[in-house]
């Protein structure tokens, strides 16, 4: 059983700072690429970033390229989303997925995530 647990959301002042934690279980963040993903309601949901095991490993939703960082670790079996200078237009319920599907950079945005978490609402006041 493949289990994925969000944390790490807040609310945060525009330009401010948060870390999106992600724990899983059931299936090794090393061997399989991992995302995040957002959603804000009555839109569908948006591919942030995400991680794979082989070179080039990440890849960026151009809103965020230079803002947020997606890293793993690996000893821990978790995947992180740093976020900086965090924009209200950032604010959205954010979602950690793992994808069965071999990929890597920006493939990695459109192939098909099998788990995902609950949720971390990340809301970012002006």
């Known amino acids: 059983q493949v289990q994925l647990v969000e944390s790490g959301g807040g609310l945060v002042q525009a330009g401010g700072s948060l870390r999106l934690s992600c724990a899983a279980s059931?299936?090794?963040?090393?061997?399989?690429?991992m995302g995040w993903f957002r959603q804000t309601p009555g839109k569908v949901r948006e591919f942030v970033a995400t991680?794979?095991?082989?070179?080039?490993?990440?890849y960026y939703v151009d809103s965020v390229k230079g803002r947020f960082a997606i890293s793993r670790d690996n000893a821990k079996n978790m995947v992180y989303l740093q976020m900086n200078s965090l924009k209200p237009e950032d604010t959205a319920v954010y979602y950690c997925?793992?994808?069965?599907?071999?990929?890597?950079?920006?493939?990695?945005?459109?192939?098909?995530?099998?788990?995902w978490g609950q949720g971390t609402q990340v809301t970012v006041s002006s």
């Open positions: 997925a793992s994808s069965p599907v071999g990929c890597s950079g920006y493939r990695c945005a459109s192939v098909r995530y099998d788990y």
């Open positions: 991680i794979a095991p082989s070179a080039p490993s990440t």
């Open positions: 059931g299936r090794s963040v090393s061997t399989y690429a």
